[in-house]
């Protein structure tokens, strides 16, 4: 089990966030927080189960400066990932936030899908929000309403490139929010692509803006 999903009674992402307290670490820092993640969440969909609710709110920072992945809520585990529908097969609770919902769980029949079904590729969507919440201390489309927020993610309207985040970074983000859920990178590409030249941030000299 990696240290992402060690035992850990830190402060949360979000709170972090709002008192800016990321924004005094540099761009390697937060990649790291990034990486963090990426692992704590291939470890779960290595063991067949979907977290269903990723979030600034959810992660927490411990004591050692490592993000950590809480609150397994609405998680599930996929029954038998041989099978070629299991990619389908996930809770149906439409609880969680809908500023990380993926398009196809707001519209499934557009994608699809006969109903709403949480699944890896919609983690995936939610990690790549989760990087843009990193990099702009807010929630994605913050200046935005619910219902503003889940017509324009079907219209295809996703954020845009912080300016401290590295292109890489942000190509590697802009594949995990793709919207057919079938072409999107899996976390073990995600962690693999962070760990390769050009994606993470080589130092802590790079201040956040």
Same mark, same amino acid.
């Given at each position: 089990?990696?240290?992402?999903?060690?035992?850990?009674?830190?402060?949360?992402?979000?709170?972090?966030?709002?008192?800016?307290?990321?924004?005094?670490?540099?761009?390697?820092?937060? @990649?790291?927080?990034?990486?963090?993640?990426?692992?704590?969440?291939?470890?779960?969909?290595?063991?067949?189960?979907?977290?269903?609710?990723?979030?600034?709110?959810?992660?927490?920072?411990?004591?050692?400066?490592?993000?950590?992945?809480?609150?397994?809520?609405?998680?599930?585990?996929?029954?038998?990932?041989?099978?070629?529908?299991?990619?389908?097969?996930?809770?149906?609770?439409?609880?969680?936030?809908?500023?990380?919902?993926?398009?196809?769980?707001?519209?499934?029949?557009?994608?699809?899908?006969?109903?709403?079904?949480?699944?890896?590729?919609?983690?995936?969507?939610?990690?790549?929000?989760?990087?843009?919440?990193?990099?702009?201390?807010?929630?994605?489309?913050?200046?935005?309403?619910?219902?503003?927020?889940?017509?324009?993610?079907?219209?295809?309207?996703?954020?845009?490139?912080?300016?401290?985040?590295?292109?890489?970074?942000?190509?590697?983000?802009?594949?995990?929010?793709?919207?057919?859920?079938?072409?999107?990178?899996?976390?073990?590409?995600?962690?693999?692509?962070?760990?390769?030249?050009?994606?993470?941030?080589?130092?802590? @000299?790079?201040?956040?803006?």
């Amino acid at each position: 089990m990696g240290t992402s999903l060690r035992a850990c009674t830190g402060r949360g992402l979000s709170q972090c966030l709002k008192r800016r307290t990321l924004r005094h670490r540099g761009r390697g820092d937060v @990649d790291r927080l990034l990486l963090d993640i990426a692992q704590g969440l291939e470890y779960l969909h290595s063991v067949d189960v979907i977290h269903g609710d990723l979030r600034g709110s959810n992660i927490l920072i411990s004591d050692e400066g490592n993000a950590c992945l809480s609150d397994f809520g609405l998680a599930t585990m996929i029954p038998d990932t041989d099978s070629t529908t299991s990619m389908l097969l996930s809770s149906s609770s439409h609880a969680g936030s809908v500023r990380w919902f993926a398009p196809e769980l707001i519209q499934p029949a557009s994608f699809g899908l006969q109903r709403f079904v949480r699944t890896f590729a919609s983690d995936v969507y939610a990690y790549a929000l989760v990087c843009i919440e990193l990099y702009t201390g807010e929630p994605p489309f913050f200046q935005l309403k619910d219902p503003a927020v889940l017509l324009g993610v079907i219209d295809g309207m996703r954020p845009e490139r912080p300016p401290s985040m590295s292109i890489p970074l942000f190509e590697l983000v802009t594949s995990a929010w793709a919207a057919d859920f079938r072409i999107r990178p899996n976390t073990w590409d995600i962690v693999c692509a962070l760990h390769s030249s050009g994606v993470l941030s080589s130092g802590y @000299d790079h201040p956040m803006v």
